[in-house]
Every structure is written in C-alpha cells, then in structure tokens.
C-alpha cells in the first residue's frame, strides 16, 4: 500500500540556522504531496502542497518540490524561528482515494533562541 | 468562515463504555474524514463520509463506525472501548464536489482526546 516516511526527529536547531526534513513516499498512480504542521493542543494545519511532479509548493518561507524522479518531497526552510517550533507531518493524497490522507509519522522541531 | 468545529474536545470514558464524537465541517463542505492519532501509530485514515455516505474506510475494526446527516455533520461512534483507544481523533473537512476531489484542501479540526481508563 501507500506509505510516507519522514526522517526521523526530533530536530533541534538554532533560530536563523537552515532546516531540512526529508520525506520520501511510495505508491502507484500519482499522489498529491502535502506537508502539514500542528502545534501543542491543535489539529493540523496545512502548510504546502505540490500536486503534480516538479512542482513547488511554498508557504511562510517553507518550500518543498514534487521530485517524481526520487520519490521525494523534502521541506527547507532558509532560516527557522522560534515560533516555527512544531511537528511537521507529510502527506499524500490520490484522487482514486481522495478523501484519506496518508501521513508520515511526523518530525517534532524545536528552535531555540 | 468558521473553521471545522469538534466536540466535546476532551473525553475520559472506561473500557467497555461507548463513545460518539462529532464533527460540524465548514459550511458548504461535503466530505467529512476521520482520523486516529496515537503516538505509537501516527495518523491513521478512520472512514471518509461524503453526501451521507460511506465513500472510503481504513483498517480499523468494526468497533468504529460513523455516519453524516444531511447537513454534513458527522458523527463517529466507538462501542466496546478499550485502553488502546486513546487517542487524538480529528476530523477534516472538504469541498470534495462530485468526481476528483483530488485538489480540494482538507480543513482539519482541532480533535477530540478521548481517554480510555
């Protein structure tokens, strides 16, 4: 079946530095990509998304590229804030199956001052 | 617009107790998802209602059902709980006009945590 895997977290990082967090998925036909973030006592929260390969989604400095090629979907961010302290989730999305999302486990992050 | 509404937000119930949550999606949404998110198995997709039907179920067992009224309200239902059904449930809600629903954002909620004691 459909499966996304995440690297693994958490991640802790200084406020300016860079943040990458790899997200490769497998499944058959062609799935939209998604990344979603959720903060402490809250649902989700969609960040991006890319719908089709070589497209680039990007929200709030975050950016993430439909890579077909390497079955990829990695989010970057230039410079992390404080406030960008949250779990991050990858997702996708087919339209045979369109209302189930399938996620990674998440990557908790944490920014420090 | 008023986003995807849940309630009642927490819950704390007994094993072998019953269970229904409900999800009030955005209005003008059709489609309705259910997940279940456990920290030893992530988000996982419950069933997906869509004009009042069933249109797509996960792995779970019957224990787990669900229904949507005619105003796309859902409800879920848990019979028979047990300690490994604690969790966060959220529901999300979209668009989905009939045929791809593909490209339709789904609206998250801010979950149900229910505790099975």
């Known amino acids: ?113 | 617009k008023a986003g995807v509404t849940q309630t009642p937000r927490y819950l704390i119930k007994t094993r072998g107790q019953q269970v229904t949550l409900s999800c009030s999606p955005i209005s003008g949404h059709r489609s309705v998802s259910w997940y279940q998110q456990t920290p030893g198995q992530g988000l996982q997709f419950l069933f997906e209602y869509f004009s009042e039907t069933q249109r797509n179920k996960g792995n779970f067992p019957g224990r787990f059902s669900g229904r949507q009224f005619s105003n796309s309200r859902s409800e879920m239902n848990v019979s028979t709980l047990e300690l490994g059904d604690s969790a966060l449930y959220l529901c999300a809600s979209s668009l989905a006009t009939s045929g791809s629903s593909y490209y339709n954002e789904q609206f998250f909620g801010p979950g149900t945590r229910l505790t099975v004691l």
Request: net charge neutral; hydrophobic share 30%; aromatic share 12%.
């Open chain 1, 1 to 113: 079946g459909d499966s996304v895997t995440q690297m693994e977290g958490p991640v802790t990082l200084s406020e300016e530095a860079f943040l990458t967090i790899n997200c490769t998925y497998t499944a058959t036909g062609y799935p939209s990509l998604f990344w979603y973030v959720q903060y402490p006592g809250e649902g989700l929260q969609l960040l991006l998304k890319a719908t089709k390969a070589d497209d680039k989604g990007s929200n709030k400095g975050f950016e993430a590229t439909y890579r077909k090629e390497t079955t990829s979907f990695h989010l970057e961010k230039g410079s992390v804030q404080v406030s960008d302290s949250a779990v991050y989730f990858c997702a996708l999305r087919k339209n045979t199956n369109a209302g189930k999302s399938t996620f990674g486990d998440g990557t908790t992050l944490t920014v420090k001052p």
